[in-house]
């Protein structure tokens, strides 16, 4: 598969700023991978499609106030410092991302409040730096105080204090993301609820979602693209239940292309899960396919995103691109803050 199999045109005007309310109450296209069936509901709907037996797996990972601003030492030039993530807690040592990169060096200072300043203490990539903050107590408190709500790259608007509750899934537990698992946006306590009701389990595993998500592919072919390696969890008991199910031959639900990273990066021999943790940068894509998740709830993504091609490696490639085309044509809202899809 090459890069220009996956490129789309987008309207600007379908790109959601901000997400429906209730969560629930967004578009849901059901796309059938057997038929080619293409069908819009609610996305309350979405228990429709699961049954007695069946698994859900969410990642509850929570995204991190990782977007600071600050001034730099003598001259005063206003600095954005993204935090990645903490390399050593000892020292607070940081992986970070800066802008305007130019005018950051190794042996700058960058304050953020009278007393707390970061400096520079190496370099990694054209934009990213390695910096040590001088306060080493409950780091967090700062972070929550002073960042702000890391929305991406594409909502083009100032992060609100709404956006602090908006941009995280109601079941965020273990802090590490800097974009949110989108896909798990939707979800209601009261929609969770129901789909427990109806004998389906819920279990949660964690990856830390980075800036990598939103990284441009670069090559035309795909197996030279290398995805950034993000950290997860995938506990005992959670892979106790899926397998579970599978032996049963009930079908898993995955919430998000992140979910799906996760568990296939930890399939077995006898196409069972594995638990543990660690890092992954399985790049999942066509012509692959998936070997645990049996169907998976994802957004509208970005052309030619690792996640689009995720989502082409779950169904064919030209039926998601014609379900994208409705999408478009009936006016669905895309990306982050946007409606779902549901391949079944």
Same mark, same amino acid.
């Given at each position: 598969?090459?890069?220009?199999?996956?490129?789309?045109?987008?309207?600007?005007?379908?790109?959601?700023?901000?997400?429906?309310?209730?969560?629930?109450?967004?578009?849901?296209?059901?796309?059938?991978?057997?038929?080619?069936?293409?069908?819009?509901?609610k996305f309350?709907?979405?228990?429709?499609?699961?049954?007695?037996?069946?698994?859900?797996?969410?990642?509850d990972s929570?995204?991190?106030? $990782?977007? =600071?601003?600050? +001034? @730099? #030492?003598?001259? !005063?030039?206003?600095?954005?410092?993204?935090?990645?993530?903490?390399?050593? &807690?000892?020292?607070?040592?940081?992986?970070?991302?800066?802008?305007?990169?130019?005018?950051?060096?190794?042996?700058?200072?960058?304050?953020?409040?009278?007393?707390?300043?970061?400096?520079?203490?190496?370099?990694?990539?054209?934009?990213?730096?390695?910096?040590?903050?001088?306060?080493?107590?409950?780091?967090?408190?700062?972070?929550?105080?002073?960042?702000?709500?890391?929305?991406?790259?594409?909502?083009?608007?100032?992060?609100?204090?709404?956006?602090?509750?908006?941009?995280?899934?109601?079941?965020?537990?273990?802090?590490?993301?800097?974009?949110?698992?989108? $896909?798990? =946006?939707?979800? +209601? @306590? #009261?929609?969770? !609820?129901?789909?427990?009701?109806?004998?389906?389990?819920?279990?949660?595993? &964690?990856?830390?979602?980075?800036?990598?998500?939103?990284?441009?592919?670069?090559?035309?072919?795909?197996?030279?693209?290398?995805?950034?390696?993000?950290?997860?969890?995938?506990?005992?008991?959670?892979?106790?239940?899926?397998?579970?199910?599978?032996?049963?031959?009930?079908?898993v639900i995955?919430?998000?292309?992140?979910?799906?990273?996760?568990?296939?990066?930890?399939?077995?021999?006898?196409?069972?899960?594995?638990?543990?943790?660690?890092?992954?940068?399985?790049?999942?894509?066509?012509?692959?396919?998936?070997?645990?998740?049996?169907?998976?709830?994802?957004?509208?993504?970005?052309?030619?995103?690792?996640?689009?091609?995720?989502?082409?490696?779950?169904?064919?490639?030209?039926?998601?691109?014609?379900?994208?085309?409705?999408?478009?044509?009936?006016?669905?809202?895309?990306?982050?803050?946007?409606?779902?899809?549901?391949?079944?």
């Amino acid at each position: 598969m090459k890069l220009s199999q996956f490129k789309y045109p987008i309207p600007k005007n379908l790109i959601a700023k901000v997400p429906k309310s209730p969560r629930d109450a967004c578009k849901l296209m059901v796309v059938d991978r057997n038929t080619g069936e293409l069908a819009t509901h609610k996305f309350k709907d979405v228990i429709d499609y699961m049954d007695e037996g069946d698994v859900l797996v969410l990642n509850d990972s929570k995204v991190f106030n $990782a977007r =600071l601003y600050g +001034t @730099k #030492e003598k001259t !005063k030039a206003k600095i954005e410092v993204f935090l990645l993530r903490q390399l050593s &807690t000892e020292e607070n040592i940081w992986d970070v991302v800066v802008d305007p990169a130019r005018k950051v060096r190794i042996g700058n200072r960058i304050f953020f409040t009278k007393n707390l300043y970061c400096e520079v203490i190496d370099n990694t990539t054209s934009r990213g730096r390695i910096v040590r903050f001088n306060y080493n107590g409950d780091f967090s408190k700062y972070i929550e105080k002073l960042g702000k709500t890391p929305l991406p790259p594409y909502i083009k608007r100032d992060a609100t204090e709404k956006d602090k509750e908006d941009y995280q899934t109601i079941y965020a537990e273990n802090v590490g993301s800097v974009a949110a698992p989108t $896909a798990g =946006l939707h979800f +209601t @306590k #009261e929609l969770l !609820k129901k789909i427990q009701a109806k004998g389906v389990k819920v279990v949660y595993l &964690t990856l830390h979602i980075g800036l990598g998500t939103f990284r441009l592919v670069e090559v035309e072919d795909l197996s030279k693209h290398r995805m950034d390696s993000e950290y997860y969890e995938l506990s005992k008991e959670t892979a106790d239940v899926i397998n579970m199910s599978i032996s049963k031959r009930k079908k898993v639900i995955a919430v998000g292309t992140s979910v799906a990273r996760v568990l296939e990066s930890n399939v077995i021999t006898t196409k069972h899960v594995r638990y543990g943790k660690g890092w992954t940068d399985k790049f999942i894509h066509p012509p692959q396919s998936l070997r645990i998740v049996d169907k998976l709830i994802s957004n509208f993504h970005m052309p030619q995103s690792t996640l689009l091609m995720l989502v082409c490696a779950m169904a064919e490639r030209d039926l998601i691109m014609k379900a994208y085309k409705k999408a478009i044509k009936e006016k669905y809202r895309f990306y982050s803050y946007g409606d779902a899809m549901m391949i079944v």
